[in-house]
């Protein structure tokens, strides 16, 4: 049974540019949670996408949007890129119902240059 | 608005001995308590949960004990373990539903031999 798996594992960007960020969730879960980790802090949510349409957003600003598709894949796009979105970013899923039950991927290391 | 206040940020245990970590929540509408252990390169793993109906779970060498009306909750690791060694971060939610983690800035545990 496969767990979350995000893609890629690290990326580099320069300032202004824009990136996107990947996400298969466990086997089974259809709702998927987009969290940012800065260096010795704890994740911060970013929103929650479940049927494809955003539940619950966070404190980010606008630059950052989601996508979730029929197959309960997702994805976050940053675009923009400032020096302070470089972080760990991480999926986690959760199943219908248990959505405080959330399950991590490994996340994305993204360095803004 | 830091939501869940974990503390200390840094532990340094014997192996054999008993480490501890508080978290305190400010929003009594919480009534989901999970503590998350992460290694290294790793996401965040879900260790054990506590609901505030209950004053303590063990599960293993780990124990939380909750207090509802001084709105904290502690992890106990007995015998710790080098193995043990990780950023253990304590957190809260609203069971059910679409529900997003807030986390708190996490411990970084080291038990020596």
């Known amino acids: 049974d496969a767990g979350v798996t995000q893609s890629p594992t690290h990326l580099i960007k320069t300032r202004g540019q824009q990136v996107t960020l990947r996400c298969s969730p466990k086997?089974?879960?259809?709702?998927v949670s987009w969290y940012q980790q800065a260096l010795g802090q704890g994740p911060q949510f970013i929103f929650q996408y479940y049927e494809e349409e955003e539940r619950q957003r966070g404190n980010f600003p606008d630059r950052f949007s989601g996508h979730q598709f029929p197959n309960y894949s997702s994805e976050l796009n940053v675009n923009a890129l400032l020096l302070g979105d470089s972080a760990l970013y991480l999926c986690a899923s959760s199943l219908t119902g248990l959505g405080h039950i959330q399950y991590f991927g490994a996340g994305t290391r993204l360095s803004v240059l | 608005q830091q939501q869940v206040k974990q503390s200390p940020q840094s532990l340094i245990v014997q192996k054999g001995g008993i480490s501890i970590i508080n978290c305190a929540y400010e929003n009594t509408a919480f009534d989901y308590f999970p503590w998350y252990q992460q290694f290294p390169g790793k996401g965040p793993a879900l260790l054990i949960a506590i609901r505030p109906d209950v004053s303590e779970k063990k599960e293993g060498r780990f124990t939380i004990s909750f207090n509802k009306s001084a709105k904290q909750f502690s992890l106990h690791i007995m015998d710790s373990q080098p193995g043990d060694s990780a950023t253990y971060f304590c957190a809260a939610s609203w069971a059910g539903g679409y529900q997003k983690v807030t986390f708190g800035i996490g411990t970084k545990l080291q038990v020596i031999p």
């Open positions: 086997s089974g879960h259809d709702t």
